[in-house]
Structure formats: C-alpha cells, structure tokens
C-alpha cells in the first residue's frame, strides 16, 4: 500500500474492506458500509453501518458510503430515510442510478446532496435517532425512525430559542415546519427519515 501510495501521486485512492487501523495515512477514502441494494433491509442496514463511522470520516480518511440509489422499487418513505443517511454521514456522493429514467422528485433529491457538505452529524446516542450536523449558515437535524411503526417523536432544536431560531425548514421540500420556541413535535411514519434545516 505505501507503494501504490507513491505511485499513485496526487490520486484519490478509495478503500473497501480494508484493515483500519494500518490504512491510517495511506488511503483517502474508506468505504465504511456493506454494498447497498434497493431494498429496506439492506438500505437501513448499511445506514446503520455508516452512521456507526461517522467519527472516522475527515479524521482519519473521507467516508464513502456507497452509491446513492433512488429509483427502483423502493419507496418514498425507504428513499427519503436513504438520502438522509447519505446526507448524514458527511461522506462521499456517487449517484448508483440511471439518471436518464429518474422520476423528477427523486433528481431533485440526488441535487439536493451536492456537493457534500464533508461534516458528519453527531448523534445522541447509540439509537441514532437524531443527529445533529452543524454547518457555518445553518444547523441540520436528522431524525430518522428505523421501525415498521408510526413513531410520534417531540424534538427540541438543542441550544437555540425562539429568538435565535429564524426558520426551520424540510430540507428536501424547502416547507416550512412550525416549533414552538424550539420545539416540536413529528409523525414519522415507519421506514422515514426527516431533514431539517434550521437558520438563526
């Protein structure tokens, strides 16, 4: 590897299932998940997977966490909880999809997370049920439910108050969304993920 990192000049060399810790300083990238397919199973699996690593990425190396994948036979809920975690994880953006047969709505989505922003969220815990990522013009919260279940979840917008908060906004539709002094409350249907922005 110190080899090829010679050689290989000033390319960007990209890893996939390497050893961690002896790829330090000789790698750029480190594929941090399981290949994705278009399906629930394995789209909340390398999500999991991902967001598990997001400490790694521009510490150690930039994350990549495989092709973003939005058309097939997933659906909006599965595709937006997708973008989310790609989002999410601060690392690379490879489009996986035939860009000539995209639906609209889901081109508009695949813009929506160029360039990357290269900042991984940070997450409350373990459950990696919210995220927060903290960019120089807004703050990005990332609520994601990974259950078969409606889920009713109260979020506080974490060290802001109603006179810092000047909008807070769905990330992939640009909606509004109403709080009050920095809270609110979502319906999260199952298998979804939300992305707010959040200006002061």
């Given at each position: 590897?110190?080899?090829?990192?010679?050689?290989?000049?000033?390319?960007?060399l990209?890893?996939?299932?390497?050893?961690?810790?002896?790829?330090?300083?000789?790698?750029?990238?480190?594929?941090?998940?399981n290949?994705?397919?278009?399906?629930?199973?394995?789209?909340?699996?390398?999500?999991?997977?991902?967001?598990?690593?997001?400490?790694?990425?521009?510490?150690l190396?930039?994350?990549?966490?495989?092709?973003v994948?939005?058309?097939?036979?997933?659906?909006?809920?599965?595709?937006?909880?997708?973008?989310?975690?790609?989002?999410?994880?601060?690392?690379?953006?490879?489009?996986g999809?035939?860009?000539?047969?995209?639906?609209?709505?889901?081109?508009?989505?695949?813009?929506?997370?160029?360039?990357?922003?290269?900042?991984?969220?940070?997450?409350?815990?373990?459950?990696?049920?919210?995220?927060?990522?903290?960019?120089?013009?807004?703050?990005?919260?990332?609520?994601?439910?990974?259950d078969?279940?409606?889920?009713?979840?109260?979020?506080?917008?974490?060290?802001?108050?109603?006179?810092?908060?000047?909008?807070?906004?769905?990330?992939?539709?640009?909606?509004?969304?109403?709080?009050?002094?920095g809270?609110?409350?979502?319906?999260?249907?199952?298998?979804?993920?939300?992305?707010?922005?959040?200006?002061?």
């Amino acid at each position: 590897m110190e080899a090829i990192t010679r050689g290989a000049g000033d390319a960007f060399l990209l890893a996939c299932n390497h050893p961690v810790w002896p790829s330090l300083g000789l790698i750029d990238g480190s594929r941090s998940s399981n290949d994705i397919k278009r399906s629930w199973d394995r789209i909340k699996t390398t999500a999991r997977q991902n967001l598990s690593r997001n400490w790694q990425s521009g510490r150690l190396w930039w994350n990549d966490p495989d092709a973003v994948v939005l058309a097939g036979e997933i659906t909006d809920e599965e595709c937006r909880f997708h973008a989310t975690a790609i989002y999410a994880s601060g690392g690379m953006v490879l489009a996986g999809d035939d860009l000539t047969r995209m639906p609209s709505a889901r081109t508009a989505m695949l813009r929506k997370l160029l360039p990357p922003t290269g900042v991984a969220a940070v997450f409350a815990d373990d459950d990696l049920r919210l995220g927060v990522i903290n960019l120089p013009a807004s703050t990005m919260i990332c609520i994601f439910n990974w259950d078969d279940r409606e889920e009713v979840r109260p979020i506080a917008l974490t060290g802001r108050s109603d006179r810092t908060i000047r909008r807070v906004s769905d990330f992939w539709t640009d909606e509004t969304v109403a709080h009050d002094n920095g809270r609110l409350t979502l319906t999260l249907p199952p298998r979804t993920a939300r992305l707010l922005a959040v200006t002061s």
